[in-house]
């Protein structure tokens, strides 16, 4: 397995913030994710396609299925 150089984010306006609030214990990335170069912190970040998002640092750009990505991040990121 190779190390992902890319984390998820989505759309600030997409992202559940509250998952205590949901009754879930980890955050969920809604809509169209985005890729956001390593290294990150959870919190705001440009994307690579330059939309600003909210990334989470420990969820790999590759590891959702089926999750819809932006077309200018998959072409960057792969």
């Known amino acids: 397995m190779t190390a992902s150089l890319y984390v998820s984010g989505?759309?600030?306006a997409s992202?559940?913030?509250d998952p205590a609030a949901a009754g879930r214990g980890e955050n969920i990335v809604a809509?169209?994710?985005h890729a956001v170069a390593k290294p990150v912190v959870d919190g705001?970040?440009?994307a690579v396609?330059?939309?600003l998002?909210?990334?989470i640092?420990?969820?790999q750009?590759?590891?959702v299925p089926g999750l819809q990505r932006c077309d200018e991040c998959q072409r960057i990121a792969g």
Request: aromatic share 4%; net charge negative; with cysteine.
């Open 15 to 17: 992202a559940e913030l």
């Open 53 to 55: 998002v909210t990334a």
């Open 61 to 63: 750009w590759d590891a």
């Open 10 to 12: 989505a759309h600030v």
């Open 31 to 33: 809509g169209v994710a």
């Open 44 to 46: 705001l970040e440009s």
């Open 49 to 51: 396609c330059g939309v």
């Open 57 to 59: 640092a420990d969820l």
